[in-house]
């Protein structure tokens, strides 16, 4: 294979050590995206490099990301798995890491369940969630403390996955991250992001050693003290004609989730809804909140706008979203120049293929480089500035692909963007905020394979 590859001529670096491969080059500065980003410039957007002892090809051209993971979508089905993979999804019986058949069950089961249609059925739960952050922040700004938003959010997003998926709500606004169960299950969604990336999922022989460690230690992240119980409960109370939540609808997918199957695949679709589901979202609204601050003349628009359509309702609600079409714009430049998934999530060649000009082995983990395409000056004019008018004469949608693209691109989009919108939009009805000092508030990127911003603060000033 790898004759075949570098005889192919596809361009990379030249010298690759054995074992790491370019491994120390992409890790180097803990930013990799950046990394591969300034690799792009010198071997183009379509180029190959080792991670550890895997192929890698880093794709930043969309045309050929539609053409792998669309077009050739059956070849691209499963990610690159390893042994920290399988023994964290029970071997893939979950979605995220789940292959095949399999995968294509799955699929289909959360398919339905994050579909706008069936979320319609529960945009209750995101209201009440509006609604008490809200009012804890109107508590913050009339004892004039300073709000920060990377717990709220969080717990924010936590709190619609435990209810939608659970019917559990663990944490209120006002002790927001007090409770002890709220914490564990923010450390186990932090482990599991931290360990995402690393030798140890790169270089099968370190992935032994690491999971052996973590084995012996007991550290390898595990969400049963919070999911067990809760499934028990779940089955004992269970009724088949009245499903609770996701949870008992999954349940009853699976013929009554008594099987080792069925038991391994429900525990394991449950953590995934936690780890997918709250710093994804969590992270972007952080984000948006830095770009509302550090620009108050796009925010004084954005409030205009929201204000003008919401009238003497005091909510925006989702049926206002056509009717923002600068809001929108806003979130879209956010995901833009600050997206979460900088590098993507990976797949894996089935078989030898060739893709246009390219020829691509057997066996090649293949990242839809998102950092790279959003940052391409061939894209985007100014990539580096923040003008949401971009996305209001032009949706840009060849280019703009945040939540990957073909079969089996991202299942909560419609839930990510619907819980965005609300929150957002009603914060910025609600409240001008701003940098506590004067300052800008700090865009410098942290890497854990979701990219989020510095925890920071703001000063809110209640609009209505
Ligand atoms: C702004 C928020 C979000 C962004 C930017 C985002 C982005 C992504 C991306 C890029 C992928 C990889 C798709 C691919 O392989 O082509 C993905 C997969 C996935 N996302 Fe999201 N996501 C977000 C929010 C959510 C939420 C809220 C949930 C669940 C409630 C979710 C559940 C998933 C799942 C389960 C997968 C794996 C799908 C599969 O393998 O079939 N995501 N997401």
Not at 277 to 293: H, I, Q, R
Not at 314 to 321: E, F, I, S, W
Request: proline share 5%; hydrophobic share 40%; with cysteine.
């Amino acid at each position: 294979n790898y004759k075949n590859f570098k005889n192919r001529k596809l361009n990379g670096p030249k010298i690759a050590l054995p074992l790491i491969g370019n491994f120390n080059i992409i890790v180097k500065d803990g930013m990799p995206h950046y990394t591969l980003h300034k690799l792009s410039k010198v071997y183009g957007k379509v180029y190959r490099i080792w991670f550890g002892d895997m192929m890698t090809l880093v794709v930043s051209d969309p045309k050929v990301i539609r053409e792998i993971f669309v077009k050739n979508f059956d070849n691209f089905i499963n990610r690159p798995s390893g042994l920290w993979i399988r023994a964290l999804t029970r071997n893939h019986s979950n979605l995220v890491f789940g292959r095949d058949d399999h995968w294509k069950n799955m699929k289909s089961l959360i398919g339905n369940l994050l579909s706008s249609t069936k979320l319609k059925q529960y945009n209750g739960v995101i209201d009440r969630e509006v609604e008490g952050l809200l009012s804890t922040m109107n508590s913050i700004e009339s004892s004039s403390q300073i709000f920060y938003p990377k717990k709220y959010f969080k717990t924010y997003t936590l709190n619609i996955i435990l209810e939608l998926v659970f019917s559990k709500r663990i944490s209120s606004y006002d002790d927001c991250l007090a409770d002890e169960q709220v914490q564990n299950i923010l450390n186990y969604v932090d482990k599991v992001l931290t360990f995402s990336f690393g030798p140890h999922r790169f270089i099968e022989s370190f992935g032994v050693i690491f999971y052996l460690f973590m084995k012996l230690t007991g550290k390898i992240p595990n969400a049963s003290k919070f999911i067990d119980p809760v499934y028990q409960e779940h089955i004992s109370t269970l009724d088949p004609k009245k499903p609770r939540d996701f949870l008992d609808e999954l349940i009853i997918s699976l013929g009554g989730g008594q099987t080792k199957e069925a038991i391994d695949s429900l525990l394991v679709l449950s953590s995934d809804f936690l780890i997918t589901g709250t710093e994804t979202s969590g992270s972007t609204l952080e984000w948006l909140f830095v770009y509302m601050a550090n620009y108050p003349d796009i925010q004084e628009k954005v409030f205009g706008e929201i204000k003008s359509v919401v009238g003497s309702k005091n909510r925006v609600t989702l049926t206002d979203r056509a009717s923002t079409p600068y809001f929108n714009a806003i979130l879209k430049e956010v995901m833009r120049i600050k997206p979460i998934a900088v590098l993507g999530m990976p797949r894996e060649a089935l078989d030898d293929i060739q893709v246009g000009e390219y020829f691509i082995p057997k066996g090649t983990q293949v990242f839809p480089f998102n950092y790279g395409v959003l940052n391409d000056p061939d894209y985007w004019e100014h990539p580096n500035e923040f003008i949401p008018e971009r996305f209001l004469a032009n949706n840009h949608s060849e280019q703009f692909l945040p939540f990957g693209a073909g079969p089996r691109n991202c299942v909560g989009s419609s839930m990510a963007l619907d819980e965005i919108y609300l929150l957002a939009t009603n914060i910025l009805l609600s409240f001008k905020l701003s940098s506590p000092n004067d300052q800008p508030i700090d865009d410098t990127e942290l890497f854990r394979f979701v990219v989020q911003p510095k925890e920071y603060g703001l000063t809110l000033k209640k609009r209505i």
